[in-house]
């Protein structure tokens, strides 16, 4: 099992955490600034399946999608139906929403099972336990104050690693 | 075992095609149905871009680029939506509920009979809403003849 990222959003839409982990050669932050023959073969091409994209800009695509499906499964199937995670030929993604509308996002490799609950585990054990109960955080997360502390950073690393194995 | 519901998106993102199989989803007006064909298709594409990882290249040798294949399955806690894009960009949503096992060989044959009976209609223009007696038919008594 391979864990890529780990999203938090708050209720007002923002990303308020985020945390990658494995990110092949050659992708995103990783690339280097000189042009290699395989994109100037893309290029040539049609526009390249996988362009760069900053941090941000892929956790406000994450968010327009688990919104939009979210919707879409509230629509279809009535509204105690919950969206629960997507699959595509690359990868998969596990969505949880607390009660007072966090999303919790964690995209894995496609043979990961059902995260629902290691979802609800995070938020539960880590981030009630050390942003909610953290005097020193405030109440909302504008920009992601108070989240990324070190406790919460570590036990997080922690809870991954131990997951994995 | 339970088939809701079929949906056809064209590659421009409009619905062409939508039949209920069976109750149990919630009843969109057709022009809710519009509305949620085109957000998938916008969400379709993004999915693409959003893959962790570069795209494992197939062992067989050949030139063209690989791309990333959008969303395929969407879980949800009341059903599952399986998506089964055509190499021109049709795509065939298919929504079942949660443990429904086949889907792909079911969205495959739904794929084969939208080939004999609609893609070898004269009288069907492409793009178009279908309107084929013949697939209704062929569609509703594969689906009901599945045990």
């Known amino acids: ?50 362009k760069t994209l900053s941090r941000e800009d892929d956790a406000k695509l994450i968010f327009g999608v688990v919104f939009s499906l979210r919707n879409m499964a509230s629509r279809l199937g009535g509204d105690d139906n919950s969206f629960l995670c997507y699959r595509t030929k690359e990868y998969k993604l596990h969505y949880y929403e607390t009660l007072t509308r966090m999303k919790f996002v964690m995209i894995t490799d496609t043979k990961t099972n059902n995260l629902q609950l290691i979802l609800h585990q995070i938020w539960a054990t880590l981030y009630v336990e050390y942003v909610v109960k953290n005097p020193l955080s405030p109440a909302e997360h504008a920009g992601g104050v108070g989240v990324a502390n070190e406790l919460f950073e570590s036990a997080l690393e922690r809870f991954v690693t131990t997951m994995l194995v | 075992m339970v088939v ?76 599952r939506l399986n998506c089964f894009q055509t190499i021109t960009g049709t795509k065939f949503l298919l ?33 178009m809403p279908i309107r084929c007696q013949k697939f209704d038919a062929a569609l509703d008594h594969f689906i009901k003849s599945r045990p």
């Open chain 1, 1 to 50: 099992m391979v864990v890529y990222s780990f999203h938090i959003f708050d209720r007002h839409a923002e990303c308020i955490y985020s945390k990658r982990w494995h990110q092949a050669p050659g992708f995103s932050s990783m690339k280097s600034d000189r042009p290699r023959s395989g994109e100037i073969l893309a290029a040539n091409g049609d526009a390249p399946a996988n």
């Open chain 2, 4 to 79: 809701f519901s079929l949906l056809v998106v064209n590659k421009a993102g409009g619905l062409v095609f939508n039949r209920e199989f069976h109750t149990g989803l919630a009843t969109l007006s057709s022009n809710d149905l519009l509305i949620l064909a085109g957000t998938f298709h916008g969400v379709h594409a993004i999915t693409r871009q959003l893959a962790p990882a570069p795209v494992q290249p197939p062992n067989t040798p050949q030139n063209f680029p690989v791309r990333a294949s959008g969303l395929e399955v969407l879980e949800s806690s009341h059903f």
């Open chain 2, 95 to 127: 929504i079942t509920e949660p443990a429904q096992p086949n889907v792909e060989i079911i969205i495959r044959r739904v794929y084969e009979l939208y080939a004999d009976f609609v893609m070898k209609n004269p009288f069907y223009t492409v793009e």
